[in-house]
Structures are given as structure tokens and as C-alpha cells.
């Protein structure tokens, strides 16, 4: 690796960790907004967060955007699966706490090679049953075993909802990707552009009769705002995509799964919520999970392509997979970001 790649291989990394914490503080900013200012209009914070967005992705990627009927299409399903990922999030977070939304959030990562094995045909690796075991237990964890399961169960399934939704939207990124129906800036665009005129809408639809009623504190809420538009949204857009081209997915994977885990700390530390072992316990299973489902596929695809290097087994395409970093089900491809 000369100078010069190292360098930018870095950029990568401390990009991508700064993408980890944003997202993570952005389970408990996004949670103290919907608490206050955006309590009866939860919509509308993410159609900022989007809305302002779209521009700044433009101002970066301009010369790469294009206008054809079968892209706007591939992006409006991806930015309507955002929508309503996005949406049963946020609505989410009015009833439980920034630790478990964190962590349920964090699951989309394992329903994805299952998904994925309907659309491709292709058994999942081994490692993903048994992270799927594990996870469960981990949200067993976290939902049922402490005195506010009953208050947060219904956040919870909302945030479990929308983690599906994030996994239908990453296999359906991957197959448009995969076959090589458009690029990844322009898909990344345009599914960016729809999630924020599906939200406008939406909030103006169901929420504008709040609107009048709203008041935003300038210094409560607009450097919150700040961090979860441009830091949470805009630029780690822009980062994950920069940082997929020059990051392997094992450390895509260990500097993403960071999420979940600061966003909880983080909750605990400002006072949101109190620390439980429970969702110690549990969150750490969930992030394990998630590390089980992302590596270990990728770690046996390399064995296994340095044995064919070797001479040791017959030469085969490269190993596939559906979700950023994991190797379990599609083929390789640069998938379109998420973010909390």
C-alpha cells in the first residue's frame, strides 16, 4: 500500500468513525427533538433532515447525477422503503429509549441474507442462523426482562419494524446495484430526494395542523438539528461513500456495529435513561450478532479465495453478499448507505 493509498485509507477510517458517532449521538438528539419541538410533528424532522440534504449531496456529487426514467424509479422504491424505515423509527423513539432504539435498529443487519435468500436463491452461511439466535436473545433481552418493557414495547416493535424496512431497502439497493442498473452516487441521490418529498408530504398531509402550535428553542434545538441533518445525514452519506471504496468490509463492519453502543452510553451519560444490566447485556448480544452475521462469512470467503490462490480448490467467483461488509448472499457491490 504506497503513500498515497494510505493516507486516503485512513481518511476512510477516521471518516467512517466519525459516521459511527454521529449516528450514534443521533438515537439520542433525534430522541430529545421528537421530545420537545418535533413531539407532534416527527415527520417533519426528517423531512429537514432530508430535505436539507438533497442540496448538499447535489453540491458534492453534481457531475455524476443524472435524470432517466429507470433511475428515478430504482431510487423512488429505495427512498420509499427509507420512508418508511425512517418513519416507524422516529415515531418510535416517542416510546422507548435512545438505547434500545439503537439496538433494535441495529438488527436490520441480520433479516438481510434472509431476504436476500428469497431474491438470490443462495443459502445464507451458517453464521447467520446463529446470529440470528443470538440477536433474538439479545431483544429478548432488552424488551422483556426489566421494569420498562411495558413502556417501551411499542417503540420497540415500531423500531423493529423499521429495521426491517432498512433490510428490504439494502437487498433492494444491492439487486439494482448488482445489476448494474445505475451507479451508486445516482441511487444514493435519488433515493435521498424521494425519502425527503415523501416526508414533506406525509407531514404536511397529517402534521401541518401542529404547526402553528410548534416552538423551537434556537438554543435547544437548532445545533441538535445541525448534527443529525448535516453530520447525521448529508456527510455520512457522503462519508460511507467515500470510505466503502477504500475501507474492507470487516472494518466497515467493526466501525459501523459502534453505533448502537454509543448511542446507549451516550443516553445514559446525559441522564435519558439509567443503566441496567439488562440492556448492557442485551445490546452487547445484538452487537455481537451483528459481528457474527457481517465477519464470519467475510472471514471465510477470504480463506477460501486464498486457497483457491493456492491452488488448493478449484477457482470460483469471488464471494457474495448483501449487506455493507457482509459476504453472505449477493454478489459483491457498494451499497447505499443508512442512517439513524
Given at each position: 500500500m504506497g503513500l498515497t493509498e494510505k493516507k486516503q485509507h485512513l481518511t476512510g477510517l477516521l471518516m467512517l468513525g466519525a459516521v459511527a458517532i454521529f449516528w450514534g449521538a443521533g438515537f439520542v438528539l433525534n430522541a430529545q427533538l421528537v421530545g420537545t419541538t418535533f413531539a407532534e410533528t416527527p415527520s417533519l424532522l426528517n423531512a429537514v433532515r432530508f430535505g436539507v440534504s438533497v442540496p448538499l449531496l447535489l453540491a458534492v456529487f453534481?457531475?455524476?447525477?443524472?435524470?432517466?426514467?429507470?433511475?428515478?424509479?430504482?431510487?423512488?422504491?429505495?427512498?420509499?422503503?427509507?420512508?418508511?424505515?425512517?418513519?416507524?423509527?422516529?415515531?418510535?423513539?416517542?416510546?422507548?429509549?435512545?438505547?434500545?432504539?439503537?439496538?433494535?435498529?441495529?438488527?436490520?443487519?441480520v433479516p438481510v441474507p434472509f431476504v436476500a435468500w428469497l431474491v438470490y436463491r443462495r443459502r445464507p452461511h451458517w453464521a447467520v442462523f446463529a446470529g440470528t439466535a443470538v440477536a433474538i436473545g439479545g431483544l429478548v433481552l432488552l424488551n422483556f426482562t426489566h421494569e420498562e418493557s411495558g413502556a417501551t414495547a411499542k417503540g420497540d416493535l415500531l423500531t423493529f419494524a423499521g429495521a426491517i424496512a432498512f433490510a428490504l431497502q439494502i437487498v433492494w439497493a444491492d439487486y439494482v446495484l448488482k445489476k448494474k442498473k445505475t451507479d451508486y452516487v445516482q441511487l444514493t441521490f435519488w433515493q435521498v430526494t424521494f425519502a425527503a418529498i415523501l416526508f414533506a408530504a406525509y407531514s404536511l398531509i397529517f402534521e401541518s395542523k401542529h404547526y402553528a402550535a410548534m416552538k423551537f428553542d434556537v438554543g435547544y434545538g437548532l445545533w441538535r438539528l445541525a448534527i443529525v441533518t448535516l453530520g447525521g445525514t448529508a456527510f455520512a452519506y457522503y462519508a460511507q461513500t467515500y470510505a466503502q471504496t477504500r475501507?474492507?468490509?470487516?472494518?466497515?463492519?467493526?466501525?459501523?456495529?459502534?453505533?448502537?453502543?454509543?448511542?446507549?452510553?451516550?443516553?445514559?451519560?446525559?441522564?435519558?435513561?439509567?443503566?441496567?444490566?439488562?440492556?448492557?447485556?442485551?445490546?452487547?448480544?445484538?452487537?455481537?450478532?451483528?459481528?457474527?452475521?457481517?465477519?464470519a462469512p467475510s472471514l471465510a470467503a477470504k480463506r477460501k479465495a486464498a486457497r483457491n490462490a493456492n491452488g488448493d480448490a478449484p477457482n470460483e467467483t469471488g464471494a457474495e453478499r448483501v449487506a455493507d461488509g457482509g459476504e453472505n448472499c449477493a454478489p459483491e457491490d457498494d451499497d447505499e448507505p443508512k442512517s439513524s
Amino acid at each position: 500500500m504506497g503513500l498515497t493509498e494510505k493516507k486516503q485509507h485512513l481518511t476512510g477510517l477516521l471518516m467512517l468513525g466519525a459516521v459511527a458517532i454521529f449516528w450514534g449521538a443521533g438515537f439520542v438528539l433525534n430522541a430529545q427533538l421528537v421530545g420537545t419541538t418535533f413531539a407532534e410533528t416527527p415527520s417533519l424532522l426528517n423531512a429537514v433532515r432530508f430535505g436539507v440534504s438533497v442540496p448538499l449531496l447535489l453540491a458534492v456529487f453534481n457531475k455524476r447525477i443524472r435524470i432517466g426514467g429507470k433511475t428515478l424509479l430504482y431510487g423512488a422504491v429505495g427512498g420509499a422503503l427509507l420512508f418508511v424505515g425512517f418513519l416507524v423509527q422516529v415515531v418510535g423513539m416517542k416510546y422507548t429509549t435512545p438505547s434500545h432504539s439503537g439496538f433494535f435498529t441495529a438488527f436490520y443487519v441480520v433479516p438481510v441474507p434472509f431476504v436476500a435468500w428469497l431474491v438470490y436463491r443462495r443459502r445464507p452461511h451458517w453464521a447467520v442462523f446463529a446470529g440470528t439466535a443470538v440477536a433474538i436473545g439479545g431483544l429478548v433481552l432488552l424488551n422483556f426482562t426489566h421494569e420498562e418493557s411495558g413502556a417501551t414495547a411499542k417503540g420497540d416493535l415500531l423500531t423493529f419494524a423499521g429495521a426491517i424496512a432498512f433490510a428490504l431497502q439494502i437487498v433492494w439497493a444491492d439487486y439494482v446495484l448488482k445489476k448494474k442498473k445505475t451507479d451508486y452516487v445516482q441511487l444514493t441521490f435519488w433515493q435521498v430526494t424521494f425519502a425527503a418529498i415523501l416526508f414533506a408530504a406525509y407531514s404536511l398531509i397529517f402534521e401541518s395542523k401542529h404547526y402553528a402550535a410548534m416552538k423551537f428553542d434556537v438554543g435547544y434545538g437548532l445545533w441538535r438539528l445541525a448534527i443529525v441533518t448535516l453530520g447525521g445525514t448529508a456527510f455520512a452519506y457522503y462519508a460511507q461513500t467515500y470510505a466503502q471504496t477504500r475501507l474492507s468490509p470487516t472494518e466497515t463492519s467493526l466501525l459501523l456495529a459502534c453505533e448502537s453502543p454509543i448511542g446507549a452510553i451516550l443516553s445514559v451519560a446525559v441522564g435519558m435513561e439509567s443503566f441496567v444490566w439488562q440492556t448492557a447485556v442485551g445490546g452487547v448480544l445484538v452487537v455481537a450478532a451483528v459481528l457474527l452475521v457481517e465477519l464470519a462469512p467475510s472471514l471465510a470467503a477470504k480463506r477460501k479465495a486464498a486457497r483457491n490462490a493456492n491452488g488448493d480448490a478449484p477457482n470460483e467467483t469471488g464471494a457474495e453478499r448483501v449487506a455493507d461488509g457482509g459476504e453472505n448472499c449477493a454478489p459483491e457491490d457498494d451499497d447505499e448507505p443508512k442512517s439513524s
